[in-house]
């Protein structure tokens, strides 16, 4: 039976779990497992986030039928930094990766073996900085870039001077100097993973590619803090932005490193659980940089179904001030005679096949939460029309990117479905003692108009694309609400008809909840 292991190789599978704990919580071993979810796995899983989070995980046993129920209980306005961080600090290894991973580090450090495998520092070098300055002599001889297999095999001090070295050569001192035996592509696939998480850089001698080490933490905070006067201003910052901002585990990484405890700031409504999608929203958010293409598979948290593919280009992540949720906005290519049937783009470009000239831009919203992959799709992987409708979507942009900013004041949650509806709200407002409620019309009514028609009668009146998004925030005024009405309207902003099915389904919504009292 294989043993236990507290680090894991698929984050997806922890972020499911960690979500399902926190979020649903008092799950129990039988609630998982009757998801086709293996008893074994949830054991696992719940033993990991376990040990990260011991601290906020609250068992509790079912009188019935004696089940323990697991859950998450985080309370954020005492929190001085997110727990759930701790979630992105384990990944799996082996006994080879974290050797490696000390002795490439050691060799582009700067430090030399004699002959006699005896371990010195090479003079020109600093012991906090990672990168290796040779000397005037040291450059002159590296100027021209050498043959490992021309060197002599005692003279792996003489190699070790090269502030930057190939694969090739990492490879030949790690066998000489450390008794390593590592394959060349071993060594460059370990070195370009590192590449891609900013501990090397790269750089050009002919046509062979030079490792060496990036700015270490040391390096990087002394090159800022010449600039400031007062260190504990930026600290301040940091602790903030650990707290408030995306990506807030790159500022509690931070003051792990230096340290550092967030001693200031408290917040008052925070979503701790949203950082999991911190990865997809960077995938994205990349993806937005770059104007690309992108093909997200899509999986619903509670039906647990297969995977479905969602195609677009990303323009915009919302988050949602009073849940913490985030959605990106995507636009993407789809065929006018089939977008009420066309759920994905891959059916759109079908269909775009067929008739071309028919074809129509489209906003869209995703939430993060539901997103489980993101990849890249670029023209040349496709070929014929499809090729041709991704780039046109791609060059499309800068169009689509004015178009949102154009249609953002009719957003009333993230839908952009159906035509412009204007919603007529008339109420019943006493102005002397409920003043207070003419407020929440200007705060929360996003830009709606209202207007008094009489004393202690007002009309509020908002255009949006869904007025279904509407319905929970409407409610909120039954006792005051006089009468209501919908109308649809046309891309000229005038009235073509009343909606009627609107207006009865908001009555039939306010009748249910009656009968609940009755």
């Known amino acids: 039976m294989a043993e236990f292991q507290e680090l894991i190789k698929n984050f997806n599978k922890c972020r499911d779990y960690v979500r399902d704990f926190f979020v649903y919580g008092f799950k129990s071993r039988q609630d998982f497992t009757s998801d086709r979810k293996s008893a074994r796995t949830y054991d696992d899983e719940r033993r990991r986030i376990t040990s990260w989070l011991s601290e906020y995980v609250v068992e509790d046993m079912t009188e019935q039928n004696h089940v323990k129920n697991i859950s998450l209980q985080i309370d954020s306005n005492l929190l001085d930094t997110n727990p759930l961080f701790s979630v992105w600090k384990t990944k799996s290894f082996t006994d080879n990766d974290i050797m490696l991973h000390f002795y490439l580090l050691d060799i582009l450090g700067g430090y030399t073996y004699s002959s006699e495998h005896s371990k010195t520092m090479s003079t020109d070098s600093d012991s906090s900085s990672c990168r290796h300055n040779p000397t005037d002599a040291d450059s002159n001889s590296s100027s021209s870039h050498h043959n490992p297999d021309d060197a002599d095999p005692d003279s792996s001090s003489e190699n070790s001077k090269h502030s930057a070295y190939s694969a090739n050569e990492l490879a030949d001192i790690l066998s000489k100097d450390y008794s390593f035996p590592a394959d060349t592509q071993l060594v460059r696939r370990k ?35 010449t600039n400031i006067t007062d260190s504990t201003s930026l600290i301040n910052a940091i602790s903030l932005l650990q707290l408030g901002c995306p990506f807030g585990y790159i500022g509690n990484t931070i003051l792990e490193r230096l340290q550092k405890e967030n001693n200031v700031f408290r917040v008052k409504h925070s979503f701790p659980v949203f950082t999991l999608e911190d990865e997809i929203a960077y995938e994205l958010l990349l993806a937005k940089r770059n104007h690309s293409y992108v093909k997200m598979d899509i999986m619903s948290n509670k039906t647990g179904q297969s995977p479905r593919p969602v195609y677009g280009v990303p323009l915009k992540i919302f988050v949602s001030t009073r849940t913490g949720r985030r959605y990106v906005c ?38 993060l939460d539901q997103i489980k992959s993101v990849s890249v799709i670029k023209p040349d992987d496709t070929s014929g029309s499809k090729s041709n409708a991704i780039t046109a979507t791609i060059d499309a942009y800068k169009t689509q990117e004015e178009a949102l900013i154009n249609n953002l004041p009719f957003v009333w949650g993230v839908s952009f479905e159906g035509m412009r509806t204007k919603t007529s709200l008339t109420l019943r407002i006493d102005e002397q003692y409920e003043g207070f409620i003419l407020n929440r019309l200007e705060r929360e009514g996003k830009g709606g108009k209202l207007t008094k028609l009489s004393d202690n009668t007002f009309l ?22 006089v009468d209501i009405h919908f109308f649809t309207m046309n891309q000229n902003g005038e009235v073509i008809r009343e909606n009627i099915y609107l207006r009865r389904q908001f009555l039939e919504d306010i009748k249910a909840v009656t009968k609940l009292y009755l």
């Open 330 to 367: 995507i636009y993407h290519m789809i065929h006018e005679k089939t977008r009420t049937s066309t759920n994905d783009q891959q059916n759109a470009l079908t269909a775009s096949d067929a008739r071309p000239s028919k074809s129509k831009f489209h906003f869209r919203n995703v939430r």
């Open 191 to 225: 070195c370009n993973e590192y590449v891609k998480e900013g501990l090397l850089e790269t750089e050009k001698d002919g046509k062979t590619l030079l490792y060496k080490c990036s700015l270490t933490w040391d390096e990087l905070f002394d090159h800022v803090l």
């Open 460 to 481: 509020y009146e908002k255009i949006v694309f869904d007025a279904n998004e509407m319905f929970p925030w409407l409610r909120t005024f039954i006792g005051r609400i």
